[in-house]
């Protein structure tokens, strides 16, 4: 069996807002051993890229400038990968990056030039029940060296993910007929798995998506947890982004106001905002408020929601990160 796992790096995190790969590797198995074959490119994006994957990949767009561009290399890439079975981390993603390349040049679709995908973060979590299932994790956890991956890159990361593979699924001799695959005929995209999978694999991007994205992002976390959600207009809002609501057969239900800051790292939430939180919070006779933001809190602000610990409650950076690997474990 003749088997590619691929990976990639790109511009942002959704190709439907117009995001592309700028690099694309994959490495070749062959009955379950490597081969020493693989096909890898740079790829000029004829687009901008966000600082944020920049920042992971270190890929910039002096650098793909002189690149070819994607119509340039598919042929060559159809010949490689054409009757092969891929295989990536959070597939989903890379395979929807893939398609919508193709689909771009007007060339076969994944679903014509390979038999199936399969996606090893959903093997992995099905043998390692709420984990951390990153790769890097994942090396960890089979011991292979991560020393030489100082950055993000999509020939490193398949070579990575080649050694995982090995190590931790076919020498478990799982019966991959049997394992989780990427329906490439039809991909019908997940915007929350995929966001949450990309923000774990390059944290950096939090700064980068829009505030609505942001405060869509919040209200997946709470309805993942139980809550009824209602995101509130973009206008008109009243300094609440969130309504969630918890309901027990005890208490009865209970009103979060959530107001998201998507800021940058430097500029923290200062006390004027707590405080406006909490007016709205006594007002509407609300359960309690919960502040989220990408950045961190003023010693003030800290202060005002220490003094009412039991009506406000504040989440930072750090915070969402947490949220994010439990989302992830999941």
């Not at 995101?231 to 998201?260: F, K, M, Q, W």
């Amino acid at each position: 069996m003749r088997q590619l796992i691929i990976d990639t790096e790109t511009t942002g995190y959704d190709f439907r807002l117009g995001d592309r790969i700028v690099e694309l590797a994959a490495v070749e198995l062959i009955d379950g051993k490597l081969t020493g074959r693989h096909f890898h490119c740079y790829i000029n994006p004829e687009r901008t890229i966000d600082p944020g994957a920049i920042a992971v990949h270190g890929l910039t767009p002096e650098f793909l400038s002189d690149k070819p561009r994607f119509g340039d290399i598919a042929a060559e890439l159809i010949a490689f990968v054409k009757d092969a079975e891929l295989i990536a981390h959070n597939a989903s993603f890379d395979v929807g990056f893939l398609s919508n390349e193709l689909e771009l040049v007007g060339l076969e679709s994944v679903a014509e030039l390979c038999p199936s995908v399969i996606d090893t973060l959903a093997l992995a979590k099905g043998l390692h029940p709420r984990q951390k299932n990153s790769l890097d994790a994942l090396c960890s956890r089979y011991g292979i060296s991560t020393s030489e991956r100082n950055r993000h890159g999509a020939l490193l990361d398949a070579n990575l993910l080649a050694e995982v593979y090995l190590a931790g699924f076919a020498s478990l001799r799982l019966d991959l007929s049997k394992a989780p695959k990427v329906d490439s005929c039809i991909w019908i995209p997940n915007v929350e798995q995929e966001l949450v999978a990309h923000l774990l694999k390059h944290p950096s991007a939090l700064y980068e998506i829009s505030p609505r994205q942001f405060e869509e992002l919040v209200a997946s976390i709470f309805r993942n947890n139980g809550f009824s959600v209602e995101l509130t207009p973009r206008t008109r809002d009243g300094g609440v982004d969130i309504i969630a609501v918890e309901h027990s057969a005890y208490t009865g239900n209970s009103v979060h106001l959530i107001e998201c800051k998507r800021y940058g790292p430097t500029n923290k939430v200062g006390i004027g905002v707590v405080q406006r939180l909490l007016g709205t919070v006594t007002q509407r006779r609300a359960t309690k408020g919960i502040l989220v933001t990408t950045s961190s809190f003023t010693q003030d602000a800290i202060r005002v929601a220490e003094e009412t610990r039991h009506t406000i409650t504040l989440n930072n950076y750090n915070s969402i990160l947490g949220w994010l690997q439990t989302m992830d474990a999941r």
